[in-house]
């Protein structure tokens, strides 16, 4: 498996699975799902020369909405973006 590796102070992210249903069972259609905030760090960069990186693998962390390049590797669909991007890693 190869996983495309960041450069400088980008991070590659998994996104989380949009809601297949609300919490009374209800179906959501695909055109009504929303855009999930939600993933996991698949790999990092090396970060900038007075910049390093705080994110590491398998964090999970909230970004913007219209956040990041959405690409393809390898059939999975990830997003990549600067670590500016990302709001915060969940704990």
Known sequence: M???KPLADRVLIEPTPAEEKTASGIII??????KPLKGTVVAVGEGKKDEPMTVKN???VLYGQYSGTEIKVEDKTYLIMKESDIYGVFQ
Request: negative net charge; glycine residues 8%; charged residues 35%.
């Open 2 to 4: 190869s996983v495309l």
């Open 58 to 60: 398998g964090d999970t």
């Open 29 to 34: 259609p695909d055109a009504a799902k929303e």
